[in-house]
């Protein structure tokens, strides 16, 4: 399935209806099992409903940071970011792409 980033908003945990969505390099995950962590409230609720993939990389949970804007990463970050993917791939089923 293709999202937009404006589609992909609506999987952001304020509707209870609906999975909790993010995006790492455009991968889209079902994050629902993580509820605790990425719905409302959680810890790393600012990552539902976006792509976050720079914010994984800067290690940051700062908005403006979920971005799919990675051109400019370090090798450091580049690997931090490698390293998140990873764990994506193998807790949380992926349900798209971010278009």
Do not use: H
Not at 26 to 45: C, H, L, R
Not at 57 to 65: G, N
């Amino acid at each position: 399935m293709e999202f937009t980033a404006a589609q992909l908003k609506a999987y952001d945990g304020s509707d209870e209806s609906k999975p909790i969505y993010l995006s790492v390099k455009g991968t889209v995950y079902d994050v629902s099992s993580g509820k605790s962590f990425y719905g409302p409230g959680g810890a790393y609720a600012v990552f539902a409903g976006r792509e976050c993939a720079r914010a994984l990389a800067k290690m940051t949970k700062e908005e403006s940071e979920c971005t799919a804007d990675v051109d400019d990463l370090t090798e450091k970050e580049e690997t931090t970011l490698a390293d998140w993917e990873k764990k994506f791939q193998a807790k949380y089923p992926v349900v798209g792409c971010l278009v």
